[in-house]
């Protein structure tokens, strides 16, 4: 009598048991279909961008495969001669092709070195103005140039600098003759690093402003208590409180290190200073849409993103080592 009792108290344990395991997961898919249903609004406005990126992004690069050909317009991608690395060895046993992608290298390295701390510095310095319409207008004022193309600013920059422009009246009153600003590989360089950091300086000060939101007043209250001056507060407070958005635009910035703006180049170089302006973006404008060398200037292409993307996983490895890592 005892057993029985025993085996039917162990069937009613198990059944219970699986009673509620039925009910946890018939639980469980209500509460995913509900969650999906609720998120169906969602799905449907990420779907263009999905689109998007694998119309743009990802379906192009199957184009990519011209680096490897000897492509022609007659034969087409598929049809044209298999040619395997050779693109690869004629780039980089050309003069040319090395002297551009040092240049790339050095005006990429210089914009990051120079224009980087910019718009933080011009961050900061905004979020401690506290008469409102001042600081409204100096927005406004340095975000401006960023709606502006390249072509305007570049037509701007060169009649500045140009030999009868308004820099040279200035520098022919005070030493007597003008200065060939635009045809000094040194001042054309400067030229092109501050038009840079003029018209990119204001909007990218957005994002620090955001990240500056976030910090809170009273770590200021207390080191103003404790007598902590500005320069302190801003080492001690601000910087590390912005440390991960700074982290992660300089690695966003790593990744557009061989991604000269083929605008901005274009608008201010000449002959004259090619061996400092002819880059990667714009070799391949001038040899492969006009000089019709598409599978050479694609291997061009191809070593200028695999360059982009090691340095993008260094600098996260980098960071990751300090947990400001990006992924």
């Known amino acids: ?37 609720n998120n169906v609004p969602l799905w449907v406005m990420f779907v263009p961008v999905i689109a998007f990126y694998i119309i743009f992004k990802y379906t192009p690069m199957l184009g990519l495969v011209i680096a490897f050909k000897n492509y022609t317009f007659y034969e087409g991608v598929w049809g044209s001669q298999w040619v395997g690395m050779d693109n690869f060895t004629n780039l980089f046993t050309q003069a040319q092709s090395v002297q551009i992608i040092r ?27 506290r008469n409102k ?19 305007i600013v570049g037509g701007l920059v060169v009649t500045i600098f140009a030999q009868t422009g308004v820099a040279n009246v200035l520098v022919e009153k005070l030493l007597g003759k003008p200065f060939p600003f635009l045809f000094k590989e ?48 801003i080492r001690n407070i601000t910087l590390p409180g912005i440390s991960p958005t700074i982290v992660i635009m300089l690695i966003l910035a790593m990744g557009r290190v061989m991604e000269v703006g083929f605008d901005h180049v274009y608008v201010l170089q000449n002959s004259i200073v090619s061996g400092i302006s002819e880059v990667i973006s714009t070799y391949i404008y001038a040899i492969g849409l006009q000089g019709g060398q598409f599978s050479l200037t694609a291997a061009l292409g191809m070593f200028d993103s695999l360059v982009a993307l090691t340095l993008v996983l260094i600098s996260n490895a980098i960071a990751r080592r300090f947990n400001k890592g990006l992924w």
């Open 186 to 233: 040194w001042s054309w360089v400067s030229i092109f690093l501050g038009s840079g950091i003029w018209k990119d300086a204001g909007f990218n000060a957005i994002i620090y402003l955001a990240a500056l939101t976030s910090i809170d007043p009273s770590l200021y209250e207390a080191a103003s208590m404790d007598g902590a001056g500005k320069w302190k507060q």
């Open 1 to 37: 009598m005892k057993a029985n009792t025993r085996s039917e108290a162990v069937l009613r344990l198990d059944s219970s048991r699986q009673s509620s395991r039925q009910s946890g997961s018939s639980r469980r898919r209500f509460w995913q279909t509900r969650r999906f249903k």
């Open 103 to 129: 240049n790339t290298l050095v005006l990429s390295i210089l914009s990051v070195l120079v224009s980087f701390p910019f718009p933080i510095a011009l961050a900061i310095m905004l979020n401690e103005v």
């Open 133 to 151: 319409f001042f600081k409204k207008s100096v927005q406004t004022l340095v975000y401006l140039p960023y709606f502006f193309s390249w072509v």
